[in-house]
């Protein structure tokens, strides 16, 4: 018993790592039809900005991850928005996957010729010390990392229903045509969109790379269990992807342990092939109707 | 640029082309050749993930997959006595059947979700090749693969392996420039740009978009078959997603949905790394900017681009647009 609560506090510190990814994605996927098949990179860059802070330019490990929150905004932000998906938005949603995915090889390339290919330590945001709950040893790490993103994805959540500019947001992920004939300043709503995703990606590298270590090829995992997460939980419903997020770390753990470590991969692939088939608007997602 | 003028400048490059592949090898150092070599495996992978997604429209991210399956069959086969030609035939067929079956999904769902499908079953595949080590010996992968012999002939030495390549690439060609010109391609197209419209008019296209999937694979399974006696060393590595990955960019880049796209996109994805290679990591970085550059502002690929290039200037300019072409253009036809 002891054994299932650590298997499942780490399988929930993990899955609430996929499900900050996965929210960001969905939240671009809802506002501006990105399928962003960079996000695993989106995680594994900020880490690099803090890395490039502290051993290049010598500054503590806080400044160095507020400066690395400002150069995610604008280059994973705002820059994206403008240079990639803005341009290439009319041709449809393959020619800006194809982008993405080109993205993606330009980022890990990037990071491994300018920073080199060896996993580099991170300062953890937690010691790594256990705590006693009920008989079983959690780490404080895992319990750190899923208190801070339920608490991220809470304080998310009240931005968008409770304040204005939050339900402007989520007018324009409904109908940006309606939301434009109300006033609503449309594009400054998707660039809000992207930013809050740079935003996410850097929390979910603060909490991940201690684990991983900071490495060009991080992402590729990442993205991958991003996808799967908002995919399980359903394309275009957030609390979908934190769900997916979530169940998705928890299977992820248990397979390892259970089934097979060689195979853990393989029960979330046939989950999602599986949901995809039957029910391709996801766990918890509205379904989207077909135009001709 | 009048179409007549546009054929003959695609027949010259073609007719160059020809040449060079035919005398390359002779000037080349053996690893030349071997990567010239990859050149037209992998070319014959892209020419049947460009059946299935430029020409039926169909994203599939599992090539490798195919790839793989086929060459573990030539290599298991072969290396246990089988003759070449059965383990070919076995490779084509059984991924033909693979792909029948991995096309049904994509009745149910299309694009993204048909993207995430096929790149589940290729990671899928990929454990299997790595784990199940009393099959495909895992990670150490399968060893001295033989060469085929033709007629007599021993295949062994790299030139004539490359000449039978060759041959393989220039038959397999002929055979789908012959079917994207018959009814079946002009229904894959139509399945492509309208699936509604092509059902109302009588086309099956539950029937088309499976054999589009199943020829594309099929065509993987072949270029696996290949590949394994030009390596002559199989193992799992090389047919894990990003191979997927490359190989639809290089149907992408060098233009989907033409006839020479693939050719050209394994130029640039094969062929120039090597030349390249003085830029090492940057030349990825700069492949990468091409690509996003190309969908920006050419979704349609280098040759969607060059056939932009040769149509829209008028003919007093003849003198600059094949110039500007032809460059491109060669790599298309090579």
């Known amino acids: ?292 | 640029m009048t179409p007549s003028q546009k054929k003959v400048l695609a027949a010259a490059v073609l007719v160059a082309a020809a040449v060079f592949l035919l005398v390359a090898p002779h000037l080349l150092r053996p690893y030349g050749i071997f990567i010239l070599s990859t050149w037209v495996v992998m070319t014959i992978a892209a020419i049947g993930l460009n059946l299935t997604l430029g020409y039926a429209g169909q994203v599939s991210l599992a090539q490798a997959a195919f790839v793989g399956i086929g060459a573990y069959i030539a290599a298991y086969l072969t290396t246990r006595g089988w003759p070449f030609w059965s383990t070919y035939i076995l490779a084509g067929s059984s991924c033909f059947v693979v792909g029948w079956a991995l096309g049904y999904p994509a009745l149910r769902v299309q694009h993204h979700y048909l993207a995430f499908v096929t790149l589940a079953f290729n990671t899928l595949v990929y454990l299997i090749f790595r784990n199940e080590e009393w099959l495909t010996r895992g990670i150490y992968g399968i060893m001295n693969i033989p060469r085929p012999e033709v007629l007599g002939w021993s295949m062994a030495r790299p030139i004539p392996f490359y000449y039978f390549l060759l041959a393989h690439l220039v038959l397999i060609s002929w055979a789908t420039w012959g079917l994207i010109r018959s009814p079946w391609g002009r229904a894959f197209i139509a399945v492509r740009e309208n699936p509604i419209r092509a059902l109302s008019l009588g086309i099956d296209t539950r029937r088309y978009t499976l054999m589009a999937f199943a020829l594309g694979a099929g065509l993987g399974g072949l270029s696996g078959a290949l590949y394994a006696p030009l390596t002559q060393f199989v193992d799992p590595t090389p047919f894990a997603l990003g191979l997927s990955l490359n190989l639809l960019l290089m149907v992408i880049v060098g233009g989907s949905g033409y006839f020479f796209g693939p050719f050209l996109g394994a130029v640039v994805a094969v062929l120039l790394p090597e030349w390249l290679r003085f830029a090492q990591g940057y030349y990825l970085m700069g492949y990468a900017a091409l690509v996003m550059l190309l969908m920006a502002f050419c979704p349609t690929g280098l040759l969607g681009f060059v056939d932009r290039v040769l149509t829209s200037k008028p003919k007093t300019t003849s003198a600059t647009p094949p110039l500007a072409g032809t460059p491109a253009a060669q790599k298309a036809a090579g």
């Open chain 1, 1 to 292: 018993m002891a054994d299932f609560i650590q298997l499942l506090i780490a399988g929930l510190a993990t899955g609430g790592i996929y499900a900050l990814a996965a929210v960001g994605f969905t939240l671009l996927w809802q506002t501006s039809q990105t399928i962003n098949f960079a996000q695993g990179e989106f995680v594994m860059l900020p880490a690099f900005f803090v890395l490039i802070g502290m051993n290049y330019f010598g500054q503590p490990f806080w400044l160095s991850v507020v400066i690395a929150l400002v150069v995610t905004m604008v280059t994973l932000g705002a820059m994206f928005k403008k240079l990639i998906v803005d341009p290439m938005i009319n041709h449809g949603v393959l020619p800006l996957v194809i982008a993405t995915i080109g993205l993606a090889i330009l980022m890990k390339e990037g990071v491994r010729e300018f920073y080199g290919a060896d996993a580099w330590p991170f300062p953890p945001l937690a010691e790594a010390i256990n705590v006693n709950v009920l008989g079983a040893a959690l780490s404080l790490q895992s319990l750190v990392i899923l208190g801070v993103s339920i608490a991220a994805v809470l304080a998310l959540q009240l931005f968008l229903n409770g304040t204005r500019t939050g339900r402007q947001m989520q007018a324009t992920a409904q109908n940006p045509t309606v939301a434009r004939l109300l006033g609503i300043p449309v594009e400054r709503m998707i660039l809000y969109t992207f930013l809050i995703n740079a935003a996410l990606v850097m929390l979910a590298a603060l909490l991940i790379t201690p684990i991983y270590l900071a490495k060009f090829s991080n992402g590729e995992l990442l993205g991958l269990y991003a996808f799967i997460a908002a995919i399980i939980g359903g394309f275009n419903q957030m609390r979908g992807a934190i769900a997916g997020g979530l169940l998705l770390g928890v299977i992820d753990n248990f397979t390892a342990v259970y089934i097979s470590t060689q195979y853990r991969l393989v029960v979330p692939l046939l989950f999602l092939i599986v949901i995809i088939l039957f029910r391709p608007q996801g766990l918890f997602g509205r379904v989207e109707e077909r135009t001709v």
